[in-house]
């Protein structure tokens, strides 16, 4: 019962490491957190070395071994949310292609963003 919980955990912070990586860029950069901006470049950096290397996520591997682990024996292996949240994470090889070139130009963009500053909020 503890792998099983314990996957379906590390299953969520996969989902989070992907909203972050999505919705981080606009965030930050509406916050103007320059910090934030950075760690959010590196993961972007580094999500794009994955892909392009072929490397595996390595929460897939941990999601993977804490489901093997799981050893409860029930009738449906899994939960109705994380299944979902997998179709989401889990993309077909098509879509995942895409998702690359569509990841290439979403860091562009953040790199971008460096140099073409936003514009600062005027104080009333």
């Given at each position: 019962?503890?792998?099983?919980?314990?996957?379906?955990?590390?299953?969520?912070?996969?989902?989070?490491?992907?909203?972050?990586?999505?919705?981080?860029?606009?965030?930050?950069?509406?916050?103007?957190?320059?910090?934030?901006?950075?760690?959010?470049?590196?993961?972007?950096?580094?999500?794009?070395?994955?892909?392009?290397?072929?490397?595996?996520?390595?929460?897939?591997?941990?999601?993977?071994?804490?489901?093997?682990?799981?050893?409860?024996g029930t009738v449906y292996p899994g939960s109705f949310v994380i299944e979902k949240i997998e179709e989401l994470i889990y993309v077909e090889d098509f879509t995942l292609e895409i998702i690359m070139y569509l990841t290439a130009v979403y860091l562009l963009a953040v790199i971008l963003s460096f140099w073409i500053r936003p514009i600062r909020k005027k104080s009333i």
């Amino acid at each position: 019962m503890l792998f099983k919980v314990a996957g379906h955990l590390a299953v969520f912070i996969h989902f989070l490491w992907i909203i972050f990586i999505i919705l981080g860029f606009p965030l930050f950069l509406y916050l103007n957190l320059a910090r934030w901006r950075l760690i959010h470049l590196v993961a972007i950096i580094a999500t794009v070395f994955m892909q392009v290397g072929g490397i595996i996520c390595p929460l897939t591997y941990i999601e993977a071994y804490l489901q093997s682990r799981d050893l409860s024996g029930t009738v449906y292996p899994g939960s109705f949310v994380i299944e979902k949240i997998e179709e989401l994470i889990y993309v077909e090889d098509f879509t995942l292609e895409i998702i690359m070139y569509l990841t290439a130009v979403y860091l562009l963009a953040v790199i971008l963003s460096f140099w073409i500053r936003p514009i600062r909020k005027k104080s009333i």
